[in-house]
C-alpha cells in the first residue's frame, strides 16, 4: 500500500544533513557548561566569582542567585524544575547559598573590583514564594544596595524598550585578563570565551544599563515592594494596585565595557 508523501516516516539519512548544517563549523572556546542547572554547575559559577575583578549580570525574571535568600531560592528551583527529588533540592539551595554568602563577604568589603547586577522589574513583581518570605528578599535587596559599595543594583522597567528581549547571562572579568560570558537557558548554562560573542554580551549590558533605574531610583521600587508585600501579608491595601516603576529621568550608564578588560 502506497504512504502518502505527507505521512511517510522520515529517512534519518535525510535528516543529518539538515541538522548537521545547523551546527557551526567553529566551535572553539564555546561550549555548554559543565553540569547543567544543578549544584556542580553552581559551584563553577562561584569559583569565576571569586577569581573575577568585575561581574556585569542580568537577571530578567528572578532576582540574581548570588542575591537570593535559601527560602526564595528554593522557591525558584522547585518552579524551574519540579520533578526534583527533595534532597536534590535541598542539595542545589545549599549550593547556592553558599556561593551567594561567598560572594557578598568578598563584595562587601573595601577593594578594587566591582559587580554589576541588572534585574529585570518582573524579578520584583513576581513572587515565587510566600508574600512573608518574598519581604525577605526585598529587604536582603536593600541591605545589599544600603552596605555594599561595590555591588551596583539596578532595576530595569517592563516598559524599557529592552526588557524581555535577551536571555539571562553574565561576563566576568577575571583578574589575569581572560573573560568569560556564562548564558543560562531552559537546557542548561553555556559559556563562551570568543572575543566576538564577549564584544555583544558587552554591547547589550550597555544596552540594558542605558534603560535602567539609577541606584536611588532602584532603591525607591524596592522599598515600595517591601511595603507592598508587608501590606499584602497584613490584610491591608493601598491606594493603586501596586507600586509603579516610572521611566527614569536620568538613565544609569553601565561603565564603558573597556574597564572591565
Do not use: N
Not at 539519512?13 to 545547523?22: E, G, K, Q, W, Y
Not at 563584595?107 to 513572587?127: I, N, S
Not at 564577549?198 to 524596592?222: H, K, M, N
Not at 529621568?249 to 561603565?255: E, G, L, M, V
Amino acid at each position: 500500500m502506497h504512504t502518502p508523501s505527507h505521512t511517510r516516516e522520515i529517512d534519518v539519512t535525510d535528516v543529518d544533513p539538515v541538522i548537521r548544517a545547523l551546527r557551526a563549523d567553529d566551535q572553539s572556546q564555546m561550549g555548554r557548561a559543565a553540569g547543567g542547572m544543578g549544584a556542580e554547575a553552581t559551584d563553577r559559577l562561584a569559583a569565576l566569582d571569586d577569581r573575577a575583578r568585575t561581574i556585569r549580570a542580568w537577571s530578567p525574571l528572578l532576582i540574581p542567585g548570588v542575591l537570593q535568600t535559601s527560602t526564595y531560592a528554593e522557591a525558584a528551583i522547585r518552579a524551574r524544575t519540579p520533578s526534583l527529588p527533595p534532597e536534590e533540592v535541598a542539595r542545589r539551595v545549599d549550593r547556592r547559598v553558599q556561593r551567594s554568602e561567598r560572594f557578598l563577604s568578598r563584595w562587601r568589603g573595601a577593594g578594587d573590583g566591582h559587580a554589576w547586577l541588572l534585574v529585570g522589574e518582573a524579578g520584583l513583581m513576581q513572587t515565587v514564594t510566600t508574600v512573608d518570605a518574598h519581604a525577605a528578599q526585598m529587604a536582603r535587596l536593600i541591605s545589599v544596595v544600603d552596605r555594599c559599595p561595590r555591588i551596583s543594583v539596578c532595576v530595569l522597567p517592563d516598559d524599557a524598550s529592552t526588557a524581555g528581549t535577551c536571555e539571562p547571562f553574565s561576563v566576568h572579568a577575571l583578574a589575569d585578563g581572560q573573560r568569560v560570558g556564562h548564558l543560562e537557558t531552559a537546557v542548561g548554562g553555556w559559556y563562551t570565551t570568543r572575543s566576538d560573542d564577549l564584544a555583544r554580551l558587552y554591547s547589550q549590558f550597555a544596552c540594558l544599563g542605558r534603560w535602567a533605574l539609577g541606584p536611588d531610583e532602584t532603591r525607591r521600587v524596592i522599598k515600595e515592594w517591601l511595603t507592598e508585600c508587608y501590606l499584602t501579608s497584613s490584610g491591608a491595601t493601598r491606594s493603586s494596585s501596586s507600586p509603579a516603576t516610572q521611566t527614569p529621568t536620568i538613565a544609569y550608564s553601565s561603565p564603558d565595557p573597556e574597564q572591565g578588560r
